[in-house]
Nanobody, 121 residues
Framework: VQLQASGGGLVQAGGSLRLSCAGSGRTFSRYVMGWFRQGPEKEREFVASNAWHGSDTYYSDSVKGRFTISRADDKNMVYLQMNSLKPEDTAVYYC???????????????WGQGTLVTVSS
């Protein structure tokens, strides 16, 4: 599976952005899809994940209620709608595909190149 994330940019605090991740391969729907982020001088951290066919979704406490993950398997796409953005959301955001439901980066086998989100105060 090859992944390509897009949709990052500069936004003011309180604003919204929608990230997209395009995947290749016929078996896209079989993967757990996740979003991670890595801020300046920080480790990569879990943001959200969406299990097979969108049956279950999981969020980190820091984004719960503000971010929504969704997927369109017929289009090989996964999205991250980000609302009420805060300066601390500033990071490079990565989409990833894995074979198990997990919050650990090590459990994801395929990664997109990342897209930068900058939230100004």
């Amino acid at each position: 599976v090859q992944l390509q994330a897009s949709g990052g940019g500069l936004v003011q605090a309180g604003g919204s952005l929608r990230l997209s991740c395009a995947g290749s391969g016929r078996t896209f729907s079989r993967y757990v899809m996740g979003w991670f982020r890595q801020g300046p001088e920080k480790e990569r951290e879990f943001v959200a994940s969406n299990a097979w066919h969108g049956s279950d979704t999981y969020y980190s406490d820091s984004v719960k209620g503000r971010f929504t993950i969704s997927r369109a398997d017929d289009k090989n796409m996964v999205y991250l709608q980000m609302n009420s953005l805060k300066p601390e959301d500033t990071a490079v955001y990565y989409c990833a595909a894995g074979g198990r439901i997990s919050r650990r980066p090590v459990d994801y086998d395929y990664w997109g190149q990342g897209t930068l989100v900058t939230v100004s105060s």
